[in-house]
């Protein structure tokens, strides 16, 4: 399965933009990019998902380069509440059979007033 | 929404307690997972299940069973419980769409 790297650390302040890097250099044709967050004491929450073109909603958007080895997760106006720690994961799709991807440990991500 | 519950926030068991965690979900998932968490260590697969009556091993299972008997519950069991195995312990549930669905977790100390 695709490894995907991320710093382990970042901050922003905030309503300011915070852009989240994740490099996937091996990911294959078939991975979806999925990115989730943890705030603390909570699961993790699901925010985003990508194959090769950008995607936006309510929480977020995704940028995926054209090679497709990595993307970056921006959170438009970034609020105290958006203090988590954000993993991106690869995964294909449909899911079941053998595959389980891994959750690194991710970027902790503190926005500060 | 999906929503994944973990039947316990806090739970304090003493060494050498059988512990039962267990999990439910509600939007008809096949596949279940629980995971621990530790400062420092991210996230770690101990079980998963395809279906009923189904379990594969994930990456740390020594020391902790699972039981599948219905498509909903997946309980972890937790045979003797020992101080390393002090941790927040979550459940999570997967779709094809939208990957992993987490319960809040589980927080388990064990004196």
């Given amino acids: ?113 | 929404d999906v929503k994944v519950t973990q039947s316990s926030r806090y739970l304090v068991k003493r060494t050498g307690e059988k512990v039962f965690l267990e999990c439910v979900q509600d939007m008809d998932h096949e596949n279940m997972f629980w995971y621990r968490q530790d400062p420092g260590l991210g996230l770690r697969l101990i079980y998963f299940s395809y279906d009923v009556k189904m379990k594969e091993k994930g990456d740390i299972p020594e020391g902790y069973s699972v039981s599948r008997e219905k498509k909903e519950r997946f309980s972890l069991i937790l045979e003797s419980a020992s101080t390393n195995q002090t941790s927040m312990y979550l459940c999570a549930s997967s779709s094809s769409t939208y990957g992993y669905t987490f319960g809040s977790g589980t927080r388990l100390t064990v004196v």
């Fill in chain 1, 1 to 113: 399965d695709a490894k995907t790297t991320q710093p382990p650390s970042m901050d922003c302040a905030e309503g300011r933009a915070a852009n989240l890097p994740c490099n996937h250099s091996t990911i294959s044709g078939n991975e979806y990019v999925y990115w989730y967050r943890q705030i603390h004491s909570q699961g993790p929450q699901y925010i985003i998902h990508g194959l090769k073109n950008n995607e936006t909603n309510e929480m977020a958007s995704l940028i995926i380069t054209e090679d497709r080895k990595s993307s970056t997760l921006i959170l438009p106006h970034a609020t105290l509440r958006d203090t988590a720690v954000y993993y991106c994961i690869v995964r294909p799709l449909p899911s079941g059979g053998s595959y389980i991807p891994t959750f690194g440990r991710g970027t902790s991500l503190i926005v500060h007033p």
